[in-house]
């Protein structure tokens, strides 16, 4: 199949037709297995496609990679690694070494290509003549831990203030030599301990400004010595073996999920033969292989109670079976060793319709886009059908042991992410939750009763510094409810926080069924007597509840109580927000240009359902 994909893909590039020849390979990506040998292949192949002729379908990204190692044999991972997300990787390869000069130099190479996305190269060896001595105090090793973050917070800065571009950068992996053995680890100052503690800093630093490709932990799981002998950086400076192309360009895709803000967040599983051994509807609950008394057993426990601790961290599970619903659910309800329960499930789906059909359904009663879904099933004709019925499905064939299931969702990095908050690791009980409130929409007669049976709370108030990491979330993963797009980070959100020109807003909503968080960022400047909004964004979960009413409402009492005579806006409108494209007339601005929106002070309430809570933060 892969050879005869990559012949089809190089007969359409030889007769003009990029796109073809792209998709051709984006295909062949999501269907087959990435090892090293169809990665360079791929890749190379995808290094003739150039922004001129790519055509407007295809989405180009401009990519710089630059680092202290050898670059040049991960450019064919990179291409893969966007392939897949439907971009095709124009690529500037900085000179050998020089990243410093690079980012520096206003006048280099990078700065003249105009960077989208940065790859910064960086390997642990590169760091051994600055590693403190055995004998150095914890005092002097922070010091050298200090001049290495703040040389990168600096080079950081630049590429961001420059180019407001995406950083993926290595993370660094362990020294692989242990000198005196254990003792060696014993100290703060030794190679594994200095560049343990220079990673952590490092992470905490970049404060959501790099997304980080996580090598450190892949040389772990590999062996330093398959992952990137000595003798192969010594020779080339190679940063890994060609071998790990495959798994290195994974790594690559996830990082750059994590930038793009392209994490999935729904996990929909198959049942027989995924979550069980054997099929309930003929094995009985009895029948089933599943927890202790058989290694094919323990291994389907093993993979729920890995789906239960996605859940746990803020991926939503929902299930997509061809079975009877009574049936299916019964080892949710009965088995002694199934750790999940029905209520872990956002959405619990059997039928016998085809998956694609099950999987739209699923996401119409989420109103979460197919583009956030991974379906796991060990069925290879059902993932062939997604793919080709909905592509932007990601789909994980599940194949050999029940024990390998976890590894092989792992692999892929679909839900890697940078940080998360208390309101993603509560997301999943948020969406099970809406889908009981969607049922309860259906059984009223009217949105009036519905709002009114919810039972709102919900309180609006000037941010607190514990606010940012979930306000920064809001700003950089919101689509639909996002007025203007200006994708503000933490660095300005920090700064507008402490700020006496501006006004950060934080908006917290509770119902009967689920206490749903922050879900509501609002980001405005004083200018004259004006509050000017620079930009609103909300959670697509908590749409169409009155909380826009609320908001502008209590945005209106804080004018009041700052004698400001009004509210201006601007909308800038897109393909994913048009969902909002009436906010501010139905809120009462009037029109004030083509874009901009004005709202006077003395405005008369609107009504909402959502009763004040008076929560954390006051103004």
Request: hydrophobic share 40%; proline share 5%; aromatic share 8%.
């Given at each position: 199949?892969?050879?005869?994909?990559?012949?089809?893909?190089?007969?359409?590039?030889?007769?003009?037709?990029?796109?073809?020849?792209?998709?051709?390979?984006?295909?062949?990506?999501?269907?087959?297995?990435?090892?090293?040998?169809?990665?360079?292949?791929?890749?190379?192949?995808?290094?003739?496609?150039?922004?001129?002729?790519a055509?407007?379908?295809?989405?180009?990204?401009?990519v710089?990679?630059?680092?202290?190692?050898?670059?040049?044999?991960?450019?064919?991972?990179?291409?893969?690694?966007?392939?897949?997300?439907?971009?095709?990787?124009?690529?500037?390869?900085?000179?050998?070494?020089?990243?410093?000069?690079?980012?520096?130099?206003?006048?280099?190479?990078?700065?003249r290509?105009?960077?989208?996305t940065?790859?910064?190269v960086?390997?642990?060896r590169?760091?051994?003549?600055?590693m403190?001595?055995?004998?150095?105090?914890?005092?002097?090793?922070?010091?050298?831990?200090?001049?290495?973050?703040?040389?990168?917070?600096?080079?950081?800065?630049?590429?961001?203030?420059?180019?407001?571009?995406?950083?993926?950068?290595?993370?660094?992996?362990?020294?692989?030599?242990?000198?005196?053995?254990?003792?060696?680890?014993a100290?703060?100052?030794?190679?594994?301990?200095?560049v343990?503690?220079?990673?952590?800093?490092?992470r905490?630093s970049?404060?959501?400004r790099?997304?980080?490709?996580?090598?450190?932990?892949a040389?772990?799981?590999?062996?330093?010595?398959?992952?990137?002998?000595?003798?192969?950086?010594?020779?080339?400076?190679?940063?890994?073996?060609?071998?790990?192309?495959?798994?290195?360009?994974?790594?690559v895709?996830?990082?750059?999920?994590?930038?793009?803000n392209?994490?999935?967040?729904?996990?929909?599983?198959?049942?027989?033969?995924?979550?069980?051994?054997?099929?309930?509807g003929?094995?009985?609950?009895?029948?089933v292989a599943?927890?202790?008394g058989?290694?094919?057993?323990?291994?389907?426990?093993?993979?729920?109670?890995?789906?239960?601790?996605?859940?746990?961290?803020?991926?939503?599970?929902?299930?997509?079976?061809?079975?009877?619903p009574?049936?299916?659910?019964?080892?949710?309800?009965?088995?002694?060793h199934?750790?999940?329960?029905?209520?872990?499930?956002?959405?619990?789906?059997?039928?016998?319709?085809?998956k694609?059909?099950?999987l739209?359904?699923?996401?119409?009663e989420?109103n979460?886009?197919?583009?956030?879904?991974?379906?796991?099933?060990?069925?290879?004709?059902?993932?062939?059908?997604?793919r080709?019925e909905?592509?932007?499905?990601?789909?994980?064939?599940?194949?050999?042991?029940?024990?390998?299931?976890?590894y092989?969702?792992?692999?892929?990095?679909?839900?890697?992410?940078?940080?998360?908050?208390?309101?993603?690791?509560a997301?999943?009980?948020?969406?099970?939750s809406?889908s009981?409130?969607?049922?309860?929409?259906?059984?009223?007669?009217?949105?009036?009763?519905?709002?009114?049976?919810?039972?709102?709370?919900?309180?609006?108030?000037?941010a607190?510094?514990?606010?940012?990491?979930?306000?920064?979330?809001?700003?950089?993963?919101?689509?639909?409810?996002?007025?203007?797009?200006?994708?503000?980070?933490?660095?300005?959100?920090?700064?507008?926080?402490?700020?006496?020109t501006?006004?950060?807003?934080?908006?917290?909503?509770?119902?009967?069924?689920?206490?749903?968080?922050?879900?509501?960022?609002?980001?405005a400047?004083?200018?004259?007597?004006?509050?000017?909004?620079?930009?609103?964004?909300?959670?697509?979960?908590?749409?169409?509840?009155?909380?826009?009413?609320?908001?502008?409402n209590?945005?209106?009492e804080?004018c009041q109580?700052?004698n400001?005579?009004?509210?201006?806006?601007?909308?800038?409108?897109?393909?994913k927000?048009e969902?909002?494209?009436d906010?501010?007339?139905?809120?009462?601005f009037?029109?004030?240009g083509?874009?901009?929106w004005?709202?006077?002070?003395?405005?008369?309430?609107?009504?909402s359902?959502?009763?004040?809570?008076?929560?954390?933060?006051?103004?």
């Open positions: 199949m892969e050879t005869d994909s990559l012949s089809s893909a190089r007969r359409a590039l030889e007769a003009g037709e990029s796109g073809a020849a792209f998709d051709t390979v984006r295909r062949l990506l999501a269907e087959a297995t990435w090892t090293a040998v169809l990665v360079k292949s791929a890749g190379d192949l995808l290094a003739h496609l150039s922004a001129d002729t055509g407007a379908a295809i989405a180009v990204e401009r710089a990679v630059i680092g202290g190692c050898t670059t040049g044999l991960l450019l064919p991972a990179l291409r893969c690694a966007l392939a897949e997300e439907g971009r095709l990787a124009v690529v500037y390869e900085g000179p050998f070494g020089a990243y410093r000069q690079e980012i520096l130099d206003p006048t280099s190479g990078l700065h290509f105009g960077p989208q940065v790859l910064l960086r390997s642990w590169e760091l051994m003549p600055r403190p001595l055995p004998t150095a105090t914890s005092a002097q090793v922070q010091s050298v831990v200090d001049a290495e973050v703040a040389e990168l917070e600096g080079l950081w800065s630049t590429l961001i203030e420059r180019h407001r571009c995406r950083i993926l950068q290595h993370a660094f992996e362990l020294p692989d030599l242990s000198y005196i053995g254990a003792a060696e680890n100290h703060a100052a030794s190679g594994p301990g200095f343990a503690s220079l990673d952590r800093r490092l905490e970049s404060g959501g790099v997304a980080w490709v996580e090598t450190g932990a040389a772990q799981r590999a062996g330093s010595e398959r992952w990137c002998p000595a003798d192969l950086y010594h020779l080339a400076k190679l940063p890994l073996h060609p071998s790990q192309l495959g798994s290195y360009a994974r790594l895709q996830g990082a750059f999920r994590v930038a793009a392209r994490t999935r967040k729904v996990l929909v599983t198959d049942l027989d033969n995924t979550l069980w051994g054997g099929v309930i003929d094995d009985g609950l009895s029948g599943l927890g202790p058989s290694p094919a057993g323990e291994g389907f426990e093993s993979f729920a109670r890995y789906l239960l601790g996605l859940k746990q961290r803020g991926v939503i599970l929902a299930v997509c079976s061809k079975n009877d009574a049936i299916a659910a019964q080892p949710f309800r009965e088995h002694p199934m750790p999940l329960r029905e209520a872990d499930f956002a959405v619990f789906h059997c039928s016998w319709d085809d694609a059909s099950g739209r359904r699923i996401s119409a989420l979460l886009g197919l583009d956030s879904f991974v379906l796991v099933d060990d069925n290879p004709a059902e993932c062939a059908l997604v080709r909905l592509p932007e499905v990601a789909t994980v064939h599940l194949q050999g042991s029940a024990s390998l299931f976890p092989q969702v792992e692999a892929r990095h679909l839900f890697d992410r940078d940080t998360f908050t208390a309101e993603d690791i997301r999943a009980e948020m969406y099970r809406r009981d409130a969607e049922r309860l929409r259906s059984s009223s007669t009217d949105l009036e009763s519905f709002l009114a049976d919810l039972r709102m709370e919900g309180h609006l108030s000037l607190q510094p514990v606010d940012l990491e979930r306000l920064a979330q809001l700003e950089a993963k919101t689509n639909q409810f996002n007025t203007t797009t200006a994708r503000f980070q933490r660095a300005d959100l920090e700064r507008f926080l402490a700020s006496p501006h006004a950060l807003f934080a908006f917290r909503l509770r119902d009967r069924f689920v206490d749903h968080g922050l879900v509501s960022c609002v980001i400047e004083y200018a004259g007597d004006r509050l000017v909004l620079l930009n609103w964004t909300m959670s697509c979960r908590v749409f169409s509840r009155g909380a826009e009413e609320f908001i502008r209590r945005l209106l804080h109580e700052r400001l005579s009004g509210i201006s806006a601007a909308f800038h409108p897109t393909q927000n969902v909002i494209a906010l501010f007339p139905r809120l009462g009037l029109r004030e083509e874009s901009r004005q709202l006077a002070g003395a405005a008369p309430p609107l009504p359902r959502i009763e004040d809570s008076g929560g954390p933060g006051g103004e």
